[in-house]
């Protein structure tokens, strides 16, 4: 127990506080592209554009970690659970395609639905005077 409080350990005891940390940080980044964009084209905002940016800028990595899981995962290890890694593979080689969608982490989870409407509140925040 007593290894828990090492140094080595504090990683993973402060995830959440790291984790925090990542969302307030891409937040602000997001907010400050945002309004440069807008300051840029005198209030103008391309919504459609926005969307199609930022999922051509996901699925292009999220491409890859399927692509991987998929096919080479299988061949990186062996052990008693690796079994349930052989059958995600195998769901993924089958599926692959409902995962470019996005459409599980838009209707049931809210992290990914607020990214949907940050843009629309800053854009209504930036006339409101």
């Given at each position: 127990m007593q290894d828990a409080y090492g140094w080595g350990m504090q990683t993973i005891v402060n995830a959440s506080v790291s984790v925090d940390t990542f969302f307030l940080l891409s937040g602000l980044l997001a907010s400050y592209l945002l309004l440069r964009e807008l300051d840029r084209n005198?209030?103008?905002f391309n919504v459609g554009l926005y969307y199609l940016h930022r999922y051509l800028r996901l699925t292009v990595v999220y491409a890859f970690i399927l692509g991987f899981i998929a096919t080479l995962i299988v061949y990186v290890g062996i052990g008693p659970n690796w079994y349930s890694v052989n059958l995600y593979s195998n769901a993924?080689?089958?599926a692959w395609w409902r995962?470019?969608?996005y459409s599980k982490y838009k209707i049931k989870n809210f992290k990914m639905r607020k990214h949907f409407l940050i843009p629309i509140?800053?854009?209504a925040m930036k006339f409101w005077q």
């Open positions: 005198k209030g103008k993924c080689r089958i995962q470019f969608l509140l800053i854009h």
